[in-house]
């Protein structure tokens, strides 16, 4: 069967590709086929693809690969659909009892023996249709529908990872411990997710698995074998210590302080969020200054900044917000490099201008790479230094110098070259990629009426409030999320989802953010009110291309090499 594929845009560097209108194995194959297609074409400018039920979502570079370009690669890559095959898996499972608190309860609902339900989960063959939602966290076709069940009304606060449930007419595995409303009638030993792990998941997409039952003894050792895996790989990671030379105390930490680089690109197919800068803009232009790679670790600052002693020489620029940094007391300039001696204390007043600041210093932060970046990701708790934020008594080390130059001496950066920093009053935006689930009344209240940011936004998603845009319908079938997508639940009120957000979802999306406005958003703080302006996909790929030309006007100034 030949089906047609839909080509939605998503921002300007994302693309979603789009199989059909329902959930089946054929259309699954058709989107790793593509995958694997686009993978073997080694098309200059894709950055990394998120396969999901039945699309395949594409992120690429506008200013390598143009919009044109890229749908004429994807149509040529369809051509030759050659999906891979999945491996198998068996998946030890410890049902019932204290591994499976529920099974008793679903064998009732389900008018069934225990037993039964054992039975018919374990002969059951499933396919891993995605991953995502949590890390590693499989979405499973296949469930015999007479054991489905609704989920649980009041969700556990916390489930053990490994814990096998039904939820509906679906089972899966929680990678991790967190909070669930799935009816749990098994656990295995086996840990799905680990981020040391390289791939940090066990199962992928694409795969297929059997559940089979094991004895509380097979359990127990396979459970010990896992741990001492675990634990091998932890202690190979701190003996890999990422080294360097101590630069700065923490004196105060500040409200929200933590190490980011650009993220975790590649792991999004894992369902790893990307995490990195809510600001990339003003963190590259930081590393520039220092001489650093422009996607080098530094430290995020948001809204009250640290207190941070000095302990050796070097140079640092702050960039972003203006957080009123000072150095030993005194107004330290931002947007240009600045030489700090030992014994030297870089503070920060309060807001005056945006909420984030960045803060690189010449070598970058040191600290250890997991999945290829150092950057926090605060959910999953790796990541930065010790996967959280910065707490007084740190001690912050830094690598080696890229560059012996004097970056002190070239001075800042004019600022006619910098975006404004004030609230982002006007957003422009690219509609898609589930702007059809919209009438033209809600799209149009969407792109004519204010919004204002609610208190509880933070790095995964700012929520607003103002005039709701209904959806004609609330949910799709779970989809990729790109950077800025502004999607709207059933209550009709949106969320612009950013740097921490997860890597798929079930809202429709009415538009995206596109990316040289993703850092005047990161500047934004609650109470703050915006608008959104539509923009053209080929206007959307200007502007980006526009913002690239600055950064590299910005390095020809600095001498940046």
């Known amino acids: 069967m030949y089906i047609k594929p839909r080509y939605l845009p998503a921002g300007d560097q994302a693309i979603v590709v789009e199989f059909g209108n329902q959930i089946c194995i054929d259309t699954n194959r058709k989107v790793y086929g593509l995958l694997s297609a686009l993978h073997n074409r080694g098309v200059s400018g894709i950055i990394e693809m998120v396969p999901t039920y039945r699309s395949l979502l594409v992120y690429y570079q506008p200013d390598v690969l143009p919009w044109k370009l890229l749908l004429q690669e994807l149509e040529n890559a369809i051509g030759v659909l050659a999906g891979p095959e999945g491996r ?93 409303g799935w009816r749990i009638i098994g656990r295995t030993p086996l840990k799905l997710f680990d981020p040391l792990r390289q791939p940090p998941v066990l199962v992928q997409s694409g795969d297929t698995i059997r559940f089979v039952p094991i004895t509380e003894e097979r359990y127990q050792q396979l459970k010990e ?77 948001t809204v009250f900044g640290p207190r941070l002693e000095v302990v050796c020489d070097g140079v640092v620029a702050v960039t972003g917000g203006d957080l009123g940094a000072a150095l030993d007391g005194k107004p330290m300039p931002q947007w240009e490099a600045v030489p700090v001696k030992a014994g030297s204390v870089i503070s920060f007043a309060g807001p005056r201008q945006g909420c984030r600041s960045y803060l690189a210093v010449a070598g970058g932060i040191a600290v250890p790479e997991i999945m290829d970046s150092k950057s926090t990701y605060l959910r999953g708790k790796f990541g930065g230094l010790y996967g959280r934020q910065l707490q007084a008594g740190d001690l912050l080390r830094i690598g080696p110098p890229r560059s012996k130059k004097e ?4 001075g800042g ?148 090499v």
């Open 88 to 180: 198998d898996w068996e998946i030890p499972t410890l049902y019932g009892g204290e591994a499976g608190p529920d099974l008793v309860e679903v064998a009732e609902y389900c008018g069934l023996k225990p037993q039964e339900i054992i039975d018919l989960h374990s002969k059951g063959e499933y396919r891993v249709y995605m991953l995502g939602f949590t890390p590693g966290y499989p979405y499973l076709g296949g469930m015999d529908h007479r054991i489905a069940v609704p989920r649980l009304k009041t969700p556990r606060t916390e489930t053990p990872a490994g814990s096998v449930g039904i939820a509906g007419n679906q089972t899966g595995i929680y990678p991790v411990t967190s909070p669930g």
């Open 225 to 301: 074998a896992v741990e001492c895996e675990t634990a091998a790989l932890a202690a190979l990671h701190e003996t890999a210590d990422a080294g360097g030379t101590p630069f700065f105390e923490v004196i105060r930490p500040g409200l929200l302080t933590t190490v980011q680089d650009l993220g975790r690109v590649g792991y999004q197919a894992y369902g790893v969020p990307v995490a990195g800068a809510m600001d990339r803009f003003s963190l590259r232009i930081a590393n520039i200054l220092v001489g650093n790679p422009e996607g080098e670790a530094a430290l995020e600052i």
């Open 407 to 410: 970056w002190a001496k070239r």
């Open 413 to 560: 950066i004019p600022r006619n070259l910098l975006s404004p920093l004030v609230h982002p009053g006007e957003v422009r935006v690219v509609l898609g990629p589930q702007d059809d689930y919209f009438d033209q009344e809600a799209i149009h209240t969407f792109l004519s009426s204010e919004y204002m940011i609610k208190p509880e936004s933070d790095r995964m998603g700012y929520r607003l409030e103002g005039p709701l845009v209904k959806p004609k319908e609330a949910d799709i079938i779970s989809d990729g999320i790109p950077l800025g997508a502004i999607q709207i639940p059933a209550d009709g009120s949106p969320i612009i989802l950013l740097a921490d957000r997860q890597t798929t979802g079930g809202y429709p999306k009415i538009a995206t953010v596109i990316s040289p406005d993703i850092g005047k958003l990161a500047q934004a703080k609650p109470g703050d009110r915006l608008v959104f302006r539509q923009v053209t996909m080929e206007e959307a790929n200007s502007l980006y291309c526009q913002e690239e030309k600055v950064i590299a006007r910005i390095k020809q100034l600095v001498g940046y």
